[in-house]
């Protein structure tokens, strides 16, 4: 088993920033990618961003290319998510996910084992 607790939202005005941080346990040993997925109120869970076990690959969706971006630190079993330029589309529970077997490039959400609990970004306008 492996837990995923994600940290680090909150409300901010448009075109600002937050970092996302999820600190892993358990086994991490089989932990090779982890990413962040995001759901809106009323609509369904969309990827974001997936990074590979070295941190050597990335992989992002179009809609947050060039402002977000993902890290990991291995030495403390942690995976960020640094967003700049927000948009009040950008709203969602953003949840961590973990998985031995996806590659950086794998979008659904069904193909993740491991989920954190969420935590809320909110973007005013």
């Known amino acids: 088993q492996v837990q995923l607790v994600e940290s680090g939202g909150g409300l901010v005005q448009a075109g600002g920033s937050l970092r996302l941080s999820c600190a892993a346990s358990?086994?991490?040993?089989?932990?090779?990618?982890m990413g962040w997925f995001r759901q809106a109120p009323g609509k369904e869970r969309e990827f974001v961003a997936a990074?590979?076990?070295?941190?050597?690959?990335?992989y992002y969706a179009d809609s947050v290319k060039g402002r977000f971006t993902i890290s990991r630190d291995n030495a403390k079993n942690t995976v960020y998510l640094q967003m700049n330029s927000l948009r009040p589309e950008d709203t969602a529970v953003y949840y961590c996910?973990?998985?031995?077997?996806?590659?950086?490039?794998?979008?659904?959400?069904?193909?993740?084992?491991?989920w954190g609990q969420g935590t809320q970004v909110t973007v005013s306008s």
């Open positions: 996910v973990a998985d031995a077997q996806a590659r950086v490039t794998t979008i659904r959400a069904e193909e993740y084992d491991y």
């Open positions: 358990g086994r991490t040993f089989r932990i090779y990618t």
């Open positions: 990074i590979n076990w070295s941190g050597s690959s990335t």
